[in-house]
């Protein structure tokens, strides 16, 4: 991806009005800033024969307004709000496709760990984003290793709420497995069970049939997770959605293949160097991330009530 700088994009709404996307600005003292206290989400809008789509901002939002709750975050700003202005970026910047980001965060008054006397602050930007792990990834898959770190558990810190400070554990996951010459990680959870990856969940194929884990192992309820499931249901294959799946399973599955708003469906043909099937996309992974494409670029009526348009 390359920087911002380089983007034909000018505008971000915040607090309910529209700024400059330069004077887009917070002070060095807000608390989101020194705690991670804050949520957020990634949303993809698809450039369709219909014009530009948000996928499934309905169930975004859902999650967004859900992991304000457990930091009693009040977000003053309705979803029927945040729906028309993002709306209005996408068409005031001209945007046939784009990833969205919402973010609500503590901002500046005082500097206690209890944000109680801080206003929430609320933003969206978006700007064009093209394959998260590349174009060739969608194909060829990726090549991945078990990170040394561990997902955070439930009991710990909320793991089914977005939020901000939550993603140094993934930072440190997808930069481990990077300065190893790998694409991305997977990353287990306390129990040693497969979790997630940094930003993705994982889906393993085994005769035919698919695993992905449960809530209860620590993942975030991924959207595009959602869909996968769906979508293999309704193409007829089996799909067990309360895994637990164990590391030793990733070197022997037939398919492995990885789901997020910003991955969207990637194949993984390697685990710690290991390859995974015949190393690379398999049939399976193919027909779900065939099918995906399908819906999110409107080739076809159905699923219509999963978009939003301008």
Known sequence: MSGFEDMDVDTIWMDGEFVDWDEAQVHVLTHGLHYGSGIFEGVRCYDTEEGPAIFRWDEHLDRFYNSAKPYDMDIDHSREELTEATLELIESQDLQSCYI??????GYNSLGVSPKDCPTRTAIACWPWGTYLGEEALENGVDVMVSSWRKHASSQVPTNAKTTGLYVNSMLAGEEARRNDYVEAIVLNKEGNVAEGPGENVFLVNDGELYTPGLSESILDG????????????????????????RGELYTADELFFTGSAAEITPIRSVDDVTIGPGERGPVTEDIQSKFFEVVERRTDAYDEWFTYP
């Not at 980001?101 to 503590?106: D, G, H, K, S, V």
């Not at 959207?223 to 164990?246: C, K, N, P, Q, W």
């Open 223 to 246: 959207i595009t997770r959602r869909t996968a499931i769906t979508l293999a249901r309704d193409l007829g294959y089996t799909v067990h959605d309360e895994a637990a799946i164990s």
């Open 101 to 106: 980001r919402p973010i609500a965060f503590y």
